[in-house]
């Protein structure tokens, strides 16, 4: 599976077939109209509408949710009118797991290196790590990371001197603790988000 998750997101061609196409239009809709909590106000024929002008923003949702992430609106930018997608999983996406920080840590590592890191991984699905300030905005639409752990956006001052920061929430808390940014665990992936 790893060799075809590097594979599949180190192909430069970013468009899905009209089976992929329809698959993730309808499970995008499905989980949007059952999740009604997070997207007050909005309707899923003006979302469908922005995601069929963009393909590339098409294909990293699909990444998104080949790689465990479930996807869904959070919310609008009024300002710019884009529709802010995070991963909305229940735990930390399984497709995503095992990654140290970035690619710094990753070359830092003499021996058993990880696959890759979340950073790379992200990159290369074309969204973004949330913040701190973002995971704690996911948290108020449901308990996320229960069993699991995600790594979020390290502030610079943090990643110069080596580290890197996680969240996950326990006791119905959300906690942000510190790691050396090339450890990893099977426990702790990264969430993403995906402005369409």
């Known amino acids: 599976m790893r060799a075809t998750r590097a594979r599949n997101m180190n192909s430069s061609k970013k468009d899905l077939t009209p089976g992929q196409h329809e698959e993730l239009l309808g499970a995008l809709k499905a989980r949007f109209e059952k999740n009604t909590n997070r997207h007050k106000r909005l309707e899923w024929a003006q979302v469908q509408s922005k995601l069929e002008a963009n393909a590339e923003k098409l294909w990293s949702l699909n990444e998104m949710e080949r790689t465990g992430g479930e996807p869904d609106v959070i919310g609008r930018d009024n300002k710019t009118g884009e529709y802010m997608f995070f991963d909305c999983s229940a735990e930390s996406p399984k497709g995503r797991r095992s990654l140290c920080y970035d690619r710094e840590a990753l070359e830092s590592r003499k021996e058993h290196k990880p696959e890759g890191s979340a ?40 990643r110069k001197l080596g580290g890197a ?30 402005r369409v």
């Not at 290369?124 to 979020?152: C, H, P």
């Open 119 to 158: 950073v790379d991984m992200a990159a290369a699905m074309g969204i973004e790590l949330l913040t701190e300030e973002q995971y704690r905005e996911l948290q108020k639409l449901g308990n996320f990371d229960t069993k699991t752990s995600s790594w979020v956006r390290t502030p610079s001052n943090i």
């Open 165 to 194: 920061i996680f969240c996950d929430r326990r006791y119905e808390t959300v906690f942000v603790y510190h790691n050396g940014a090339e450890s990893y665990y099977a426990a702790r992936a990264f969430r993403g988000s995906l």
